[in-house]
């Protein structure tokens, strides 16, 4: 039996979605562990930094996978499911932590570099692919 080879449509696709899922569980994994357990940085801003960065990289990474995977959302479409759902995902992350973890709060500041970060990631995506695709 032969098997069915791959486009490089579809290898980048599945390599996509690996990164965007491997982003969403370091996000997880860093905003639900108690605050005693993260280092300490002495860097003014640094957590508001660190929440702009990694929700930049989470919208990048989903917005990558859902234009490679056409079947899902077109690329307009994909822009903005893959922002908005990064800015609500990093909501429940707020709420999770204030619920969930004793040493670590709901702060609306972390939700608005979220939000930046997120509309970044996207901004830096449509630059991206308008130069990958031409």
């Known amino acids: 039996m032969h098997k069915r080879t791959k486009t490089l449509s579809e290898l980048s696709s599945n ?3 690996w990164s965007a899922l491997v982003c ?3 996000i997880a994994v860093l905003s639900l562990v108690p605050g ?3 280092p300490k940085i002495n860097i003014s801003f640094f957590d508001k930094i660190g929440h702009f960065v990694a929700y930049a990289a989470l919208s990048f990474s989903w917005g990558l996978f859902f234009i490679f995977e056409r079947s899902i959302f ?3 479409n994909a822009y903005i ?4 759902s990064a800015i609500i ?4 992350m707020e709420f999770l932590q204030h619920f969930l973890v004793q040493s670590r709060t709901f702060d609306l500041y972390d ?3 979220n939000s ?4 970044i990631g996207i901004g830096v995506l449509k630059i991206y692919y308008s130069i990958v695709k031409n």
């Open 15 to 17: 390599g996509f979605l």
């Open 24 to 26: 969403t569980l370091a």
């Open 36 to 38: 005693k357990d993260l």
């Open 74 to 76: 077109s690329t307009r």
């Open 81 to 84: 499911v893959a922002s908005v």
């Open 89 to 92: 995902y990093g909501a429940i």
């Open 111 to 113: 939700i608005l570099a």
């Open 116 to 119: 930046l970060g997120a509309a």
